[in-house]
C-alpha cells in the first residue's frame, strides 16, 4: 500500500524531468546555433559576391544552367508539347505560366479569387477552383481532365502519385521558397512545356527591369536601413525570415534584414518580444484579417518602443503581392512599392523628425 | 407491423429476443451499403449515373476511370475499414476495461500511435510504409500501458480514468505539434496525423488493412463468450473456468494493434471508438458475439457518413473527416459524463 502514492508521484515527476531535460537540451542547440549566426551573417554580403563570378549567375541570380534542368526533370518526354489544360496548385506558378502566354484551367486558390493579384486575374477570363492548397480536391482535378499538374513540394508531395495517375504531372518547390528559387522554378515550368527559350528571354527581361529598380533603391534611404516583412492574423504574426520569399527579395535588392541570415525556416512565427528583439527600422504587414493579433499589442508598452513605431515606419503592404502570388510579376510589384515607400515616407517622417526637434 | 408479430409468434419464445436484433443487424448493414454506395456516387465532380456505373463496369480503362476507380471506391473502402477498426477496438477495451468512457482516443492509444508515426516520418523520412504500422502499433502500445500503469497505481474512478487518458493524450499530441514545429516535415500529413483525414490516401493502404482487420475480426469473435462471461466480474469469470489474465491481454493487444493501424492510415479520427459501441450497446445489448461486429458496422457507417460530408459538403473544398467526428463525438462525450453522475 506504501508504494502506491509514491509511483503516482514518481511517475508525474519523471514525465516533468523529461520535458525539462528535452526543453533544456533544445534550447541550448538554439543558443548554440544563434552564437554562430552573427559570423555567418557578416559573411552574407561575400555570396553575392563570389555569386558574381560564376559563369550561370545573371545579374546577381544564380540561373540553373541546362544540364541541371534536365538532371531535375530528365523524363521530358512524357509530357505534352503544347499543354492545353494545365492546373497548377500554387499561386506561385501561375505568374510562370502566364508568362508563357499558357491559360490555366484550374486552380487551387483556397476557393477565394481575391487571393489573386489583378496582374494574373487580368489574364485568365475564366478557371475552376480545385479547393483548398492544403487539401485540394482529386476530384475536381481529375473531372478538368488536365494534360499538366504542377504541384507544391512542400503540401502535394503526398498526392503526388495520386496525380500523375491523373494527368502528367510535376513537383516542384513552392511554399517556403526564394527569390532565386522561384526564378529557377520559372526556367523548371518553361522546360515541362517545351517552351524553355521564351521562358529564359522572360527571366532576363525581369532581371532587367529588377536591376533598374535595384539601382534606384540605392540611392534611397532604405539601403542604408533594414526593412522586416511580416504576415499578422488573428492567430498570430509570422516574420518572413531572410530565406523566405519576401525576405530573399529584400536582400536581392540590398535591403538588410534585422534577423540573422542562419535562419532556414521561411516563416517565423513571432511575439511583441522576439518582433522588439529584431526590432526592425521598418516594418511592412500584411494582413489576412480585418482583426489581428498585431492590433492587440498596440496596447502594450513594449509596442511603443518598436524603432519602428518610434519612426512612424511601419506600413501596411499587400499580402498578395508580398505573400501568396510569390512571381515574378509581384517581385516587381513589391519593388516599386518599396521605391514609392521610400520616397513618400521619407519625407514624412524627415518632416516628423523636424517636428519632434521642435 | 402485423406481419411481424406473427412471424415472431410462430417461432420459440427463446428466439423472438434476437430476432429483432438481426433484424435491426441486416437494417444496419443495407445502411452501411446504402451510405458506400452514395459514397460512390457523390462528390465534388458531377458524374450522372450513368456515367458511373458505366465506370464501375468498365473498370480501370473508363474515360473518368480516376474519379471512380482511384479515388472515390479505395476511399470509401479505406473509411470501411478505418472506422470498422475504430468502432471494433473501442467495444473491445470496454469490454475488458468495464468502462464506458474507454475507448482508441480516450486511452492514449490514437495520439501515441500519431506520435511515434511522425516521430518516425520525423526520423527516417524514406521508411516504407508499413514500418509506419509497426511504429504506430508501438506508439500506441507503449500509451496504453503507461495509462493501464497509472490506472494500477491510482485504481481511479471511470470518469477519472478517462481524465487520465486525456492528459496522455494532450501530452503527446503536443509531443506531435513539437515534432512538427521543429522539424518541418510535409505540412499535409501534419493536418492529416492532427485531425484526422483520407485525403490522398488510395489502394496501397488497402490490402494490409483489410488482412490485419478480417484477422483480428476473427480473433475478437472466438474471444467474445469468454467476454461476455468477464461481464460478470473477474472472480466469477475465474470460477467459470476463463483464464482472465490472459484474455484481458489478448483483448486489450488486438484492441490496440486495430486502432493503431487505423490510425497510421488516417491519423487520429477522434471519438469513432467511443460512440460506435454505445450506439452499439444501445441497439443490442451487451452480447459481445453481436455487438463487437455491430461496433464495427456502426463505427464504418459513422467515419463513411463523415467521409462523405467532408468531401462534399463544401466541394471542392475539402475538411478532414477528424472535424466532422468531433463535433458529433464531443457533445456524446460530454453528454456521457454528465449522464452519470458520482464518478
Known sequence: ?358 | MITKTTSSSSRSNSLSGRKPARRVLGLIIVMLLFLSVSSIFLGASELTMGQIWQNLYQGFSGEKDFIVWQHRLPRTILAILVGASLGLSGSLVQGVIRNPLASPDLMGISAGAGFCATLLLVMIPTAPTWWLSVAASLGGLLAFCIIMLLAQVSQPTPARLALIGVAISAFLASGINFLLVIYPVEINTAMIWLTGSLWGRSWQHIPMLTVIFTVLMAVSMYLAWRLDVLGLGEQTAYHLGVSVKPLEFTTLLTAVVIASLAVSVAGTVSFIGLLAPHIARILFGHQHRILLPASALIGAIILVTADLLARSLFAPIELPAGVLTSVIGAPYFIFLLSRYRGW
Open chain 1, 1 to 358: 500500500m506504501n508504494q502506491r502514492p509514491r509511483l503516482s508521484i514518481i511517475l508525474p515527476l519523471f514525465v516533468i524531468a523529461l520535458i525539462i531535460i528535452g526543453g533544456g537540451i533544445f534550447i541550448v542547440n538554439q543558443k548554440n546555433k544563434a552564437a554562430a549566426s552573427p559570423l555567418s551573417n557578416s559573411a552574407g554580403n561575400d555570396t553575392s559576391q563570389t555569386a558574381i563570378t560564376k559563369p550561370s549567375v545573371n545579374n546577381g541570380v544564380r540561373l540553373l544552367t541546362d544540364q541541371q534542368i534536365k538532371e531535375r526533370l530528365p523524363n521530358l518526354e512524357k509530357y505534352s508539347n503544347n499543354p492545353k489544360r494545365i492546373v497548377v496548385m500554387e499561386n506561385s506558378f501561375l505568374g510562370d505560366v502566364l508568362a508563357l502566354g499558357l491559360k490555366p484551367v484550374g486552380i487551387a486558390d483556397d476557393d477565394k479569387p481575391d487571393s489573386i493579384i489583378t496582374e494574373f486575374t487580368q489574364q485568365i477570363s475564366d478557371y475552376t477552383s480545385i479547393g483548398s492548397r492544403y487539401q485540394p480536391s482529386l476530384e475536381a482535378i481529375a473531372d478538368l481532365k488536365p494534360d499538366l499538374i504542377i504541384a507544391d513540394e512542400e503540401r502535394h508531395t503526398v498526392i503526388a502519385e495520386e496525380l500523375s495517375r491523373i494527368a502528367p504531372s510535376v513537383v516542384l518547390k513552392s511554399r517556403g521558397e526564394s527569390y532565386v528559387e522561384n526564378i529557377q522554378t520559372a526556367q523548371l515550368v518553361g522546360h515541362i512545356v517545351h517552351q524553355d527559350q521564351k521562358m529564359s528571354q522572360v527571366i532576363n527581361v525581369h532581371l532587367q527591369t529588377m536591376r533598374g529598380l535595384r539601382s534606384q533603391l540605392a540611392k534611397t534611404r532604405l539601403a542604408s536601413q533594414n526593412v522586416q516583412f511580416a504576415i499578422v492574423s488573428d492567430k498570430g504574426m509570422w516574420l518572413h525570415g531572410p530565406s523566405s520569399y519576401a525576405g530573399s527579395l529584400l536582400s536581392y535588392l540590398n535591403i538588410q534584414s534585422p534577423i540573422p541570415k542562419q535562419m532556414d525556416v521561411a516563416y517565423i512565427a513571432t511575439s511583441l518580444e522576439q518582433l522588439l528583439a529584431a526590432d526592425p527600422d521598418w516594418l511592412l504587414i500584411g494582413r489576412y484579417n480585418d482583426h489581428t493579433l498585431y492590433d492587440e499589442w498596440k496596447s502594450s508598452p513594449l509596442f511603443n518602443q518598436l524603432t519602428a513605431v518610434k519612426k512612424n515606419q511601419v506600413i501596411e503592404v499587400d499580402p498578395t503581392y508580398w505573400a501568396l502570388n510569390r512571381s515574378m510579376q509581384s517581385a516587381e510589384h513589391m519593388a516599386t512599392e518599396l521605391l514609392q515607400i521610400a520616397k513618400r515616407k521619407g519625407g514624412e517622417s524627415a518632416s516628423m523628425s523636424s517636428e519632434l526637434s521642435n
